[in-house]
């Protein structure tokens, strides 16, 4: 087998599959952080619509790195991103705030604000749409608070709506940050690692969670993971990245030991997640 | 390399014997740095002691000259009672010329075996018609009302009493004898020292909270240029973030009595010029707390609240509001009980305050008015101290 590395002998350049009309179109992506660590190196890839996009590769890989360039979280240093036509990398600060809020994201650590309640974590997934000024106020308009109580239904904790965000479970919490993610009726969800502070019972349930939006409500997901069987269980999609470069971009079904030696290493072994 | 921690695997000695071997362990009696540290510190204690002027036995020969205060703080003068008193008079005077007689045929009167003479005079007081069984006190008056005790007199069963008394040396030549006797128990009120002790006290509290309000108004909004993390990233933000700590380091290092003489000069004496010490030294010192308070929130909830879409004015409000509020508070709490428990000092260089009265009544040697204050500042600076605790546990 031969794997589709850059400038390797014989292989096709390490270009991702190119559709027409992506929602999300990453080009010549390349991130060095001012210590001079190259953590992307010309990443190019497109992502259909409804397409669950799994991201694997070690810690370090540039997972993380990739999923903050998509929304600008971290600056890129060159290349091109387009979301849904629309230049990522190009556009203004209220431009940005648009597209931000069109595009939700769930982190490994939830990043919920612990002292505040989870119907405030939740709410504030839509400040994208709401006049800025109203934040001093603490309002939030009635459809709105509705809309909350209907994500926190939704992903199956409406009772903990006045609860603090810190005395929810690690699974409570995520659910929380997928219901802020939902608040902004998002055409793609980033979701960095979402299941690797959890347990295995967790994580499927979590990850359950994001595969309903995907399939019901038809929302692209670009999912970084850790583990392989999570990856060929949810994705339909698989990209794998090693030392910022893609070094597999393809069916679950296509990973086998050699592709999977290449991209963990040889000393690794696959572990199952169940 | 071979594996390490094989001892004697290929003849070497193990790792911990080499390292045991570079430490030598000696007992600190055979060491001479041992004793030159002892040398050094032996001689800056026997300075030290010279230069304070440690003098020991004056703990002794000085307890005559506290006594009075300590035992004041066990009756301080906090309540008095009304209680009903018997009076009757009788003239004495100076000078030969005899005195009208006194006309009260019932209730109590006094009796003089004289009613002229002059000063240095033995006399003998007797009454009649008192209440029985009581105490009171024997009184001179002289012409323009000054008033002096003479003796205690106490009445028996039938209400009399009998006592004699030196004719005192005063100015003019009509004087009045008066029986004070104290005949009932009256009501318990508390003493004018007290209304006074809590109306300073009362100052002392507002002193305290307007001087932290002040540090707070002016803390807050300099602790976000204070902070590294948000200045980092606004041009400029190094210099803007090294000038306000530097700000609050030089301010802080005054001590707020210091402050308060400067103040006094400027806005004269008064509580107002403690507001102001108390206030700018607030300023420092909560500045410097809330600056840290700042930098240590986590980046995690900022981090997806800006990926919402939210902006710089969002972003604080939800993300970096809730985070430093709790902190905000309990440092503003603990900040208000120092700036009480301080602002009892304050008021000896002249920053109002209980603390100016409590100088006054050292000063008159008015041991038991001293002692309520005294007693005053405990109990609410135990009191204000109990509760920031409480208050602060809750919200952190």
Redesign the interface.
């Known amino acids: 087998m031969c794997l589709n590395r850059p400038g390797a002998a014989g292989g096709p350049p390490a270009e991702g599959v190119l559709v027409a009309d992506p929602v999300l179109r990453v080009e010549h992506l390349t991130k060095v952080y001012p210590d001079g660590t190259r953590a992307l190196s010309d990443v190019s890839f497109d992502v259909a619509r409804g397409e669950f996009l799994v991201v694997i590769g070690l810690s370090g890989s540039g997972k993380s790195t990739l999923m903050r360039c998509i929304?600008r979280?971290i600056e890129p240093s060159g290349g091109r991103i387009l979301f849904q036509g629309r230049d990522v990398t190009a556009a203004s600060r209220d431009q940005?705030?648009?597209?931000?809020?069109?595009?939700?994201?769930v982190?490994q650590?939830?990043?919920?604000?612990?002292?505040?309640s989870v119907l405030?974590n939740v709410l504030?997934?839509?400040?994208?749409?709401?006049p800025?000024?109203w934040?001093?106020a603490?309002y939030f308009a009635a459809p709105v608070v509705d809309r909350a109580f209907a994500n926190l239904e939704r992903v199956g904790i409406p009772e903990k709506a006045y609860t603090r965000a810190d005395a929810l479970s690690g699974g409570q919490q995520q659910r929380v940050?997928i219901a802020?993610a939902l608040?902004?009726e998002p055409q793609l969800i980033l979701a960095d690692e979402p299941v690797a502070s959890l347990d295995p019972a967790m994580s499927h349930s979590v990850l359950r969670y994001i595969e309903e939006l995907n399939q019901k409500d038809g929302i692209t997901v670009v999912c970084s993971l850790h583990f392989l069987s999570l990856a060929r269980r949810y994705g339909t999609r698989i990209l794998a990245l090693k030392a910022g470069q893609i070094v597999f971009d393809g069916l679950p079904a296509d990973i086998d030991e050699t592709r999977f030696k290449a991209i963990y290493g040889d000393d690794a072994l696959e572990v199952e997640i169940t | 390399m071979g594996p390490v921690g094989g001892a004697g695997a290929s003849g070497g000695v193990s790792v911990s014997e080499r390292i045991r071997a570079e430490r030598r362990f000696r007992p600190w009696f055979r060491s001479w740095r041992f004793y030159i540290m002892a040398a050094v510190t032996l001689a800056v204690y026997v300075y030290g002691w010279q230069v304070t002027q440690i003098k020991l036995p004056e703990l002794w020969r000085g307890a005559h000259l506290i006594a009075p205060l300590v035992t004041a703080l066990g009756s301080p003068d906090v309540a008095v009672r009304d209680n009903p008193v018997q009076q009757a008079a009788a003239p004495f005077d100076y000078g030969g010329e005899t005195p009208p007689p006194s006309a009260p045929a019932s209730g109590p009167a006094v009796r003089l075996s004289q009613s002229t003479g002059h000063a240095g005079q033995r006399v003998t007081a007797t009454g009649q018609g008192f209440a029985p069984n009581r105490r009171g006190m024997l009184e001179w008056e002289n012409q323009i009302g000054s008033r002096q005790e003479l003796v205690p007199v106490a009445t028996d069963g039938q209400g009399r009493f009998a006592a004699t008394f030196d004719t005192p040396d005063v100015m003019g030549t009509r004087n009045t004898v008066f029986a004070d006797i104290v005949s009932g128990v009256g009501p318990l009120r508390l003493s004018a020292t007290f209304f006074v002790v809590l109306d300073r006290m009362v100052e002392t509290v507002f002193l305290a909270l307007m001087g932290t309000t002040m540090g707070v108004v002016f803390a807050v909004p300099l602790s976000f240029l204070g902070a590294k993390n948000l200045t980092a990233h606004i041009p400029g933000g190094r210099v803007v973030y090294g000038l306000t700590r530097t700000f609050f380091n030089v301010s802080r290092s005054i001590e707020a009595l210091v402050l308060a003489i400067i103040f006094t000069i400027w806005v004269g004496l008064g509580p107002f010029a403690g507001v102001l010490a108390l206030g700018v030294h607030s300023i420092a010192s909560l500045g410097k707390l809330y600056s840290e308070a700042i930098e240590s929130i986590e980046g995690g909830p900022i981090e997806a609240i800006s990926a919402t879409g939210a902006s710089t004015l969002q972003i604080l409000r939800y993300g970096v509001v809730p985070q430093i509020v709790p902190q905000f508070l309990a440092f503003t709490i603990y900040r208000w009980d120092i700036n009480v428990r301080f602002s009892t000092v304050i008021g000896f260089v002249g920053g109002g305050g209980i603390g100016f009265i409590l100088l006054q009544y050292i000063n008159l040697l008015q041991w038991r008015q001293a002692a309520t204050a005294l007693w005053m500042i405990a109990i609410v600076v135990a009191a204000l101290d109990y509760a920031s605790a409480v208050a602060r546990e809750r919200l952190v």
Do not use: C, H, S
């Not at chain 1, 705030?97 to 069109?102: A, C, D, N, S, T």
């Not at chain 1, 650590?109 to 505040?116: E, I």
């Not at chain 1, 504030?124 to 709401?130: A, D, E, F, H, V």
């Open positions: 929304n979280l940005l705030r648009e597209i931000r809020r069109e595009i939700g994201m982190f650590q939830f990043n919920l604000v612990r002292r505040a405030t504030t997934g839509r400040l994208g749409y709401t800025p000024p934040a001093l603490n940050g802020r608040m902004q």
